[in-house]
């Protein structure tokens, strides 16, 4: 059974990471932190064809369970993710009944739906069909969304959601109409008995998302990891560099960033 749809069937809330950088062993070693999914970025990302196979692989490899979000809602975008031996597809820019439909039948073999039988790796009977819901369209549209059978969860882009909604892009849950927006989102997927998700920036955002009831949550990126790892330590040390060694002269560069 699949990981990731075992936990939900149990209840529980599962914590993931997205990567974006198409480094196989990236994707591997965020895995093994202990992340129950992490999702393959091919919409925004640079996951391409060539390391897609070798990513899922990869994540698979460290114990979490492989995503893929698809550049656009195509069939054969969508096969392809699959037959790499993905553990599901997370869909962008699902905004009605008709867009859930043809993302459940490209996840489908027939009866069920349209999809080809070509596995590269094995052929999995059920991977997980994940729609997002990132515009007012979708928010309006959220319990025929939800209605379409074969769908097993609903993730919020926040940033999208919010430029529809005429709000400055974010992560997590802003105050005012994108929170409004948002619960509209999560009460509907409530009725519907239905997993929704989310994408997070900081562990504060993704509790706060938890206790909404989210139970499908990023936390981050490996970009934004690499970042705040990075920023962290160079500020590290031009702080000890000035405090305890000032007889070491650093960069101008260094002095720069790290008072900045």
């Not at 069939?75 to 459940?104: F, M, Q, T, W, Y």
């Not at 515009?135 to 969304?145: F, G, R, T, Y």
């Not at 379409?148 to 105050?175: E, F, H, K, W």
């Given at each position: 059974?699949?990981t990731?749809?075992?936990a939900?069937?149990?209840?529980a809330?599962?914590?993931?990471a997205w990567?974006?950088?198409n480094?196989?062993?990236v994707?591997e070693r965020?895995a093994?932190?202990?992340?129950?999914?992490?999702?393959?970025?091919?919409?925004h990302?640079?996951?391409?064809?060539?390391?897609l196979?070798?990513?899922?692989v990869?994540?698979?490899?460290?114990?979490?369970?492989?995503?893929?979000r698809v550049?656009?809602?195509?069939?054969?975008l969508?096969?392809k993710?699959?037959?790499?031996?993905?553990a599901g597809?997370?869909v962008?820019?699902?905004?009605?009944r008709?867009?859930?439909?043809?993302?459940v039948?490209?996840?489908?073999?027939p009866?069920?739906?349209d999809?080809?039988?070509?596995?590269v790796?094995?052929?999995n009977?059920?991977p997980l069909?994940?729609?997002m819901?990132?515009?007012?369209?979708?928010?309006?549209?959220?319990?025929?969304?939800?209605?379409?059978?074969g769908?097993?969860?609903?993730?919020?882009?926040?940033?999208?959601?919010?430029?529809?909604l005429?709000?400055v892009?974010?992560?997590?849950?802003?105050?005012g109409?994108?929170?409004?927006?948002?619960?509209?989102?999560v009460?509907?997927c409530?009725r519907?008995?239905?997993?929704?998700?989310?994408?997070?920036?900081?562990?504060?955002?993704?509790?706060?998302c938890?206790t909404m009831?989210?139970?499908m949550?990023?936390i981050?990126?490996?970009?934004?990891?690499?970042?705040e790892?990075?920023?962290?330590?160079?500020t590290?040390?031009g702080?000890?560099?000035?405090a305890?060694?000032?007889a070491?002269?650093?960069?101008?560069?260094?002095?720069?960033?790290s008072?900045?």
């Amino acid at each position: 059974m699949n990981t990731l749809a075992q936990a939900w069937s149990e209840g529980a809330t599962t914590f993931g990471a997205w990567t974006t950088l198409n480094t196989p062993v990236v994707a591997e070693r965020l895995a093994l932190v202990g992340y129950d999914y992490v999702c393959l970025d091919q919409q925004h990302g640079n996951a391409d064809d060539a390391n897609l196979f070798a990513s899922a692989v990869a994540v698979a490899a460290g114990g979490a369970a492989s995503l893929v979000r698809v550049a656009a809602n195509q069939p054969h975008l969508i096969s392809k993710a699959l037959d790499c031996g993905a553990a599901g597809v997370v869909v962008p820019l699902v905004n009605d009944r008709h867009d859930a439909e043809r993302a459940v039948q490209s996840c489908r073999y027939p009866p069920d739906g349209d999809r080809s039988i070509g596995p590269v790796r094995q052929i999995n009977d059920h991977p997980l069909c994940i729609v997002m819901a990132e515009s007012v369209s979708a928010v309006n549209n959220i319990d025929e969304i939800c209605a379409v059978r074969g769908v097993d969860a609903v993730y919020v882009g926040p940033g999208d959601l919010a430029i529809s909604l005429g709000c400055v892009p974010t992560q997590g849950v802003a105050p005012g109409k994108h929170a409004e927006a948002i619960a509209t989102i999560v009460d509907g997927c409530s009725r519907h008995g239905m997993v929704v998700g989310i994408h997070c920036g900081t562990a504060t955002q993704a509790i706060e998302c938890a206790t909404m009831g989210f139970r499908m949550v990023t936390i981050s990126t490996d970009m934004q990891l690499l970042v705040e790892a990075a920023v962290d330590r160079f500020t590290a040390l031009g702080e000890s560099l000035s405090a305890t060694y000032g007889a070491i002269k650093g960069s101008s560069r260094l002095t720069t960033v790290s008072h900045a």
